[in-house]
């Protein structure tokens, strides 16, 4: 993943997340908002409520109080006190006292609970209110809701009651307004706010007994679940219903219950707030915050890739300056024009490559000096050792040149011989150094490397068949042919037979191994002999350096510029006492680099096992 491509999911993502933690906070805002306004609104419409069925209870007290203190009231009640009273003319009066004080309600019952007159409902003439005779103190007490029975309805009544007393005689007096949609008519509504009022019969489905300012609710099935809860729990109750499917027709109802003096539930005012405006905003605002994001998407999508290309270039650029140094071009430098943390990171690079550069002649220098030092010190080490013998030959023929002139013959025969010992080895010692300092680059050819493998093997029968030595030869015969210089490579492998035969003085187990690796072929020489330490494998092929008593250390050495200039690699792996096992890896296909033009190809990138 690229970084212009996280920049964008990362910025993308703090705006979404931003967005969606604003909405949710003003959403939720807004949410608390509007329920707290509609607590109040509720709680304004009950004490409004509250008020008028006050009210409209004292209006009905001052009502029924009035006809209660009349004198035509107490003439009822003093000839109802007469021996076997004619109550016939009393039938209609209660109709005549309801319309003079404008009650919907009135009838006038005796001391035993019989009704003299009933101005809703005349035919109950003689019926018995049982309900009146039970409570003494009528007169102290104020309005109250009840239920009252009519020829083709039962309405909801703000009931008052009063006794008018002559003598021993009693008068009950009990009339009232009906609670009905004339009623809800005189509450002032807020906006988006309605008011029913549920009337408890105790018969049929309660959606049927809720009615509104304008008349019956023609559909109340969906708040037939408030209902029942609010006459299960007799508490304040609240729920939202929706009324379609549309959310914004969604109401949330609050009911409180309407009880008679012996707390039964009578009915229950349902005070309703629209969710409309709410839901609307809420909609708005979820919008809002839709196109907020995709904005700040965009204006991320546009930052990022303002970001990103104003930071890539610069670091694209130091990373190629950075691949040409890798390569070797030390004096690579970036033109990055920046005042900020990139363009001080390209003038630290710029800095860094020119002191490399000026590092690397340095050292170049003193490398060169260093090794034609060291080549002088180990050439003048090598040819002291034969120059010695030389001299001393020398000095022994001029003693007997001088001093036995008869046996100068034969010691000039002796002496000749050492002379050209010696001679041979100097110049064996100067061919060694001559061909490690100019190697000549392979000629490459198609080369079987198991037919080279056994063609040199064979130099070395004679010598090993006198030797204690074991030979193990192991040769993959799908081994693919290779591009290679097989002088070379003869030369190194009969360098890596000869140390391995020196590092079994006492016999042991040569083996010498050929198989495919993926993209390369591998030649594996195995000795059983004393092995090598950690840090002898280590410099074990720097230039002269050796673990034998004799040998110029250059053998190893040529073999791994061999192993170089064909583009390949060479490890050694071993142990103190286990032995060691030389490996050279050497690639199948040869870079186009090392035909065309001799130079060495890069062996970091190629695959090994």
């Known amino acids: 993943m690229t970084f212009r491509t996280r920049l964008l999911i990362i910025s993308a993502g703090a705006v979404i997340a931003a967005v969606a933690v604003v909405g949710w906070i003003v959403s939720e805002v807004t949410r608390r908002s509007f329920e707290r306004l509609e607590e109040q609104r509720v709680r304004a419409l009950l004490e409004q409520f509250r008020h008028e069925f006050n009210r ?38 209660a109709e005549a006292l309801a319309r003079a004080q404008g009650l919907d309600f009135l009838e006038l019952v005796a001391a035993d609970g019989t009704i003299i007159s009933s101005a809703q409902w005349p035919a109950r003439f003689g019926y018995k209110e049982a309900w009146l005779t039970q409570t003494a103190d009528w007169n102290s007490q104020g309005a109250f809701l009840r239920r009252e029975q009519l020829p083709d309805k039962t309405a909801l009544a703000v009931v008052c009651v009063r006794i008018v007393t002559a003598g021993d005689q009693r008068l009950y ?54 209902i029942s809860e609010v006459a299960s729990t007799r508490r304040e109750t609240s729920r939202t219903v929706t009324w379609t499917a549309d959310a914004a027709s969604a109401e949330t109802f609050h009911a409180f219950p309407l009880t008679g003096r012996d707390g039964a539930l009578l009915g229950a005012l349902l005070v309703g707030s629209s ?3 709410q839901v609307e905003l809420e909609r708005y605002l979820r919008w809002v915050g839709i196109l907020a994001g995709m904005a700040g998407v965009l204006v991320a999508a546009l930052f990022s890739w303002w970001a990103t290309a104003r930071v890539t270039r610069p670091v694209k650029a130091l990373a190629a300056g950075a691949r040409e140094v890798a390569a070797g071009h030390w004096d690579t430098s ?98 060694r150094f001559s061909d490690f300092a100019r ?56 360098n890596l037979v000869l140390n391995a035969i020196d590092a079994m003085p006492s016999g042991g187990t ?39 008593h004799h040998g110029t250390g250059l053998g190893l050495a040529i073999v791994q ?4 200039d064909h583009g390949g690699r060479i490890t050694v792996t071993s142990e103190p006492g286990a032995g060691a096992t030389f490996r050279i890896d050497l690639r199948t296909e040869v870079p186009a680099a090392l035909t065309s033009s001799g130079g060495v190809p890069d062996s970091k990138n190629w695959p090994l096992s």
């Not at 009035?66 to 009066?93: H, K, M, Q, W």
């Not at 988006?192 to 009337?199: A, F, I, P, S």
């Not at 591998?522 to 673990?547: A, H, I, M, N, W």
């Open 56 to 93: 409209q209870g004292e209006d009905v007290v001052r009502r029924i109080s009035g006809i209660a203190n009349a004198d035509s009231t107490l003439n009822i009640a003093i000839s109802l006190g007469r021996p076997e009273p004619d109550l016939a003319p009393f039938v209609r009066e």
């Open 439 to 494: 190697m000549p680059p392979p000629e490459l050819q198609q080369l079987d490397l198991n037919r080279l493998v056994l063609g040199t093997m064979k130099l070395f029968e004679a010598q090993l068949r006198q030797s204690p030595i074991d030979v193990e030869i192991s040769l993959d015969p799908d081994l693919p042919e290779i591009h290679a210089d097989p002088d070379q490579l003869c030369r190194a492998l009969q």
């Open 334 to 431: 970036v033109n990055v024009r920046s005042a900020d943390e990139i363009g001080a990171l390209a003038d630290a690079f710029n800095q860094m490559t020119r002191q490399l550069a000026e590092q690397r002649d340095r050292l170049v220098q003193a490398e060169r000096v260093a090794a034609w030092r060291e080549l002088a010190r180990r050439l003048a080490h090598e040819l002291k050792n034969p120059l010695f013998p030389l001299q001393i030959t020398v000095e022994n023929l001029q003693r007997a040149r001088q001093t036995h002139p008869e046996q100068f013959d034969e010691v000039f025969r002796e002496s000749t011989g050492t002379l050209l010992a010696e001679l041979d080895n100097l110049k064996r010692i100067i061919g």
């Open 510 to 548: 040569l083996a010498v191994r050929t198989s495919r690796q993926p993209g390369s072929v591998r030649l594996e020489v195995s000795d059983s002999g004393q092995g090598l330490t950690k840090e002898e494998c280590e410099r074990l092929f720097t230039p002269y350096y050796t673990s034998k």
């Open 561 to 564: 510029s061999v192993v170089s």
């Open 173 to 226: 007096v009990a009339g009232g307004q009906e609670l009905d949609p004339e009623f809800l008519r005189t509450l002032a509504l807020p906006a988006g706010m309605r008011v029913l009022l549920y009337r408890n019969w105790g018969t049929g489905k309660p959606e049927q007994s809720i009615t509104s300012p304008a008349g019956p609710l023609p559909d109340a099935r969906p708040l037939s679940a408030l």
């Open 275 to 277: 969710r409309r405006e």
